[in-house]
């Protein structure tokens, strides 16, 4: 099964695809999708969505998993962030392929064992559990760990068993 990770947002996306079959997982591509902050929120909205196209498009995810809404620095942040979710589920949902949910405390929780893990630590045991040779990214490093998170998770191993 191939998980697709994503976490959103309206100047920087991450995504995160890992293979599975229910006992080890493999990473198989991570990046930052960055959109310009010159740039008003519609057109950054449009080439998320585009990007994200393009990202499912080229790895044809069995299954994905968004990171929810956590909190936000200011009302004005909180409604982009907001707006880069729907595009994001959008975007997915317009394929087709099951769209799942968790909060950055079960993210947290699962991949660090401690729902209010830093985000360096998130870094690190996502390098350590996928045995990358670098550290990836925040943005890249919080997508997979949601895809990890997914793949942990009882839909996911649902999902890899053919129960669902």
Request: contains cysteine; positive net charge; hydrophobic residues 40%.
């Amino acid at each position: 099964m191939l998980v697709l990770g994503i976490d959103p947002g309206s100047i920087y996306c991450g995504y995160g695809c890992i293979e599975t079959d229910g006992k080890r997982i493999v990473h198989v591509t991570s990046g930052r999708i960055s959109l310009s902050r010159s740039d008003p929120l519609a057109v950054r909205l449009k080439n998320l969505y585009s990007a994200l196209n393009d990202v499912i498009a080229q790895y044809s995810p069995d299954v994905s998993a968004v990171e929810q809404v956590f909190f936000a620095k200011s009302v004005k942040s909180a409604l982009s962030l907001g707006q880069a979710r729907g595009v994001t589920l959008a975007a997915i949902a317009a394929t087709g392929i099951p769209v799942y949910e968790y909060s950055a405390l079960e993210v947290k929780k699962t991949v660090v064992g401690y729902g209010r893990a830093e985000k360096a630590q998130v870094q690190k045991m996502v390098t350590v559990l996928l045995g990358l040779k670098h550290k990836p990214g925040q943005d890249d490093a919080d997508a997979l760990a949601v895809a990890i998170c997914h793949a942990h998770s009882r839909k996911g191993l649902k999902k890899v068993k053919g129960e669902e």
